[in-house]
Antibody, heavy 121, light 108 residues
Framework: EVQLVESGGGLVQPGGSLRLSCAASGFTFSRSWMSWVRQTSGKGLEWVAN????????HYVASVKGRFTISRDNARNSLYLQMDSLRAEDTAVYYCARWYSSGWYGGFDSWGQGTLVTVSS | EIVLTQSPGTLSLSPGERATLSCRAS???????LAWYQQKPGQAPRFLIYGTSNRATGIPDRFSGSGSGTDFTLTISRLEPEDFAVYYC?????????FGQGTKVEIK
């Protein structure tokens, strides 16, 4: 059974940093593209970043470029999101999600339970 | 950035009725790279449809997807009690990948 378990969320002041982790199990992590997706009550779901199975490609939504860094450790079956220079608008539930591919098509077929990040003074 | 607009915002229906949810893109979605998800309160989204019309593993055949270009539809042929939830479309044809704002299907 695929399992994704996020950790590392919490309350942080504007301008601060936080590192999220996602522990993966039940599948061959090193063969999967992985993403972080966040959700706010105001803006709904927002894709944040993704990373290729070997870490050689990374992509970000414009609003986090230069502030967030996605990374992975395939030996530890873990995904990370380093978040720096945090802003109030980064407040959200952050999900770790696995990208499923079938030929050219795909989707996020497995999600963690989410971890809440609150940016506030 | 491709903006996805879902309509209606809320759909009030009874069990057994047919639900038709719309997802309209601000520009053409490449090669029908569109997916649908279901989300219930307090839960993560659940993967329903990929490539516009392909059901994900374990998804009942009462769920179907269709469309192309800028107009896509998710149809639930006969609503079961467990289908009342929020539904999101998502495009992955161009970066950044984007989601619609959601359609809530509620019990009438």
């Amino acid at each position: 059974e695929v399992q994704l378990v996020e950790s590392g969320g919490g309350l942080v002041q504007p301008g601060g940093s936080l590192r999220l982790s996602c522990a993966a199990s039940g599948f061959t992590f090193s063969r999967s593209w992985m993403s972080w997706v966040r959700q706010t009550s105001g803006k709904g779901l927002e894709w944040v970043a993704n990373i290729k199975h070997d870490g050689s490609e990374k992509h970000y939504v414009a609003s986090v470029k230069g502030r967030f860094t996605i990374s992975r450790d395939n030996a530890r079956n873990s995904l990370y999101l380093q978040m720096d220079s945090l802003r109030a608008e980064d407040t959200a539930v952050y999900y770790c999600a696995r990208w499923y591919s079938s030929g050219w098509y795909g989707g996020f077929d497995s999600w963690g339970q989410g971890t809440l990040v609150t940016v506030s003074s | 950035e491709i903006v996805l607009t879902q309509s209606p915002g809320t759909l009030s229906l009874s069990p057994g009725e047919r639900a038709t949810l719309s997802c309209r893109a601000s520009q053409s979605v490449s090669s029908s790279f569109l997916a649908w998800y279901q989300q219930k309160p307090g839960q993560a989204p659940r993967f329903l449809i990929y490539g516009t019309s392909n059901r994900a593993t374990g998804i009942p055949d009462r769920f179907s997807g269709s469309g192309s270009g800028t107009d896509f539809t998710l149809t639930i042929s006969r609503l079961e009690p467990e289908d009342f939830a929020v539904y999101y479309c998502q495009q992955y044809g161009s970066s950044p990948w984007t989601f619609g704002q959601g359609t809530k299907v509620e019990i009438k």
